[in-house]
């Protein structure tokens, strides 16, 4: 198939791992206070990580969620930067004759271009806080009541939770429907990379603010 449609070789087999982020911070620091309190704050980023692109079932012989054999594996946000960069890409692919025939050839038909001046980094933000009050019970015993924050500034960061898509993102592309019946032609899919799924489900790392309180008891 890779030969059929002028994409031979095997650097286009490899990629980025689909949790590749490329750069995270941690910064992190505990203030003693009078009377037995303490203030941590923690902040984290992470920048954003790589995704892929699925195809309808249509476009690449049949193979659902096959991706654009113009791309390697999980290049958006890093060789290709935005959606006018993919564009120009599914231009090409578009341009390419139908299958029998000519060769190379696109395999399977159309497919719709996507929004423009989407840009495909999509950047990890976390605030968290925690206030601790301890209280000594004896030379050994102490007990600590603590409150804690998570993602304070309540930033949608949005990741998956699966290795088929961690971006969290809509990645699929739909085929070109051309104008029939009085409808006009569908050449734009306006949901694509839109936002599925956020980071940390309901109690974890950046996901939607959230507080919880705890005690432990040290000895």
């Not at 696109?106 to 840009?119: D, Q």
Request: proline fraction near 7%.
């Amino acid at each position: 198939m890779n030969l059929a449609e002028d994409t031979s070789g095997l650097r286009k087999e490899k990629g980025y791992a689909l949790t590749d982020e490329l750069n995270r911070l941690t910064f992190y620091g505990e203030a003693q206070l009078p009377h037995g309190f303490s203030l941590a704050p923690i902040y984290t980023y992470g920048s954003g990580v790589p995704a892929n692109t699925f195809l309808p079932s249509t476009a690449i012989n049949g193979a659902s969620g096959a991706r654009l054999p113009l791309l390697g594996r999980n290049a958006l946000g890093r060789e290709v930067r935005s959606s006018d960069q993919l564009n120009v890409l599914i231009n090409q692919w578009n341009a390419l004759p139908a299958c029998p025939g000519a060769y190379p050839c696109n395999a399977g038909g159309a497919i719709e271009n996507v929004p423009a001046h989407i840009n495909f980094s999509s950047p990890f933000s976390s605030v968290d806080l925690r206030l601790r009050k301890k209280f000594a019970l004896g030379d050994h015993i102490s007990l600590s009541l603590m409150a804690e924050g998570f993602n304070l500034a309540n930033e949608v960061n949005i990741r998956g939770s699966n290795t088929a898509n961690f971006s969290g993102r809509n990645i699929s592309i739909g085929p070109y429907v051309p104008a029939s019946g009085g409808q006009p032609a569908q050449s734009v899919q306006t949901n694509f990379f839109t936002p599925v799924t956020v980071a940390g489900g309901f109690f974890g790392s950046g996901g939607p603010r959230a507080f919880q309180f705890a005690t432990r008891l040290e000895f």
